[in-house]
Nanobody, 123 residues
Framework: VQLQASGGGLVQVGGSLSLSCAAS????????MGWWRQAPGEGRKFVGSISWNGDRTLIEDSMKDRVTISKDNFKNTIYLKMDNLKHEDTAAYYC?????????????????WGQGTQVTVSS
């Protein structure tokens, strides 16, 4: 599975961001996908996951009130929308494909990673 993320950039505190990730490849429409992020000097952290057909999502607890993940099955594309952005949301955001069809927050389940897209939240 190949993953191509887009979106991101410079966003103001309190604003919103929208990212997308297009998946291609033979099994692209049968794997769950997820969003992760990595701030400078920190490890990669789970943001959320969506099942292969988009009918179930799993969002990291601390972000449940601000994050929405969705999927366009026809386009094999997932989307991340995050509202009320804070400085601590500044990070490189990665989409990834899991080797299972259902949602997962286990980093080891993700076997394909996109190139990452930078999001910087400024005052």
């Amino acid at each position: 599975v190949q993953l191509q993320a887009s979106g991101g950039g410079l966003v103001q505190v309190g604003g919103s961001l929208s990212l997308s990730c297009a998946a291609s490849g033979r099994t692209a429409n049968t794997w769950a996908m997820g969003w992760w992020r990595q701030a400078p000097g920190e490890g990669r952290k789970f943001v959320g996951s969506i099942s292969w057909n988009g009918d179930r999502t799993l969002i990291e607890d601390s972000m449940k009130d601000r994050v929405t993940i969705s999927k366009d099955n026809f386009k094999n594309t997932i989307y991340l929308k995050m509202d009320n952005l804070k400085h601590e949301d500044t990070a490189a955001y990665y989409c990834a494909a899991a080797r299972y069809s259902s949602v997962t927050a286990n980093e080891r389940d993700y076997v394909n990673w996109g190139q990452g897209t930078q999001v910087t939240v400024s005052s």
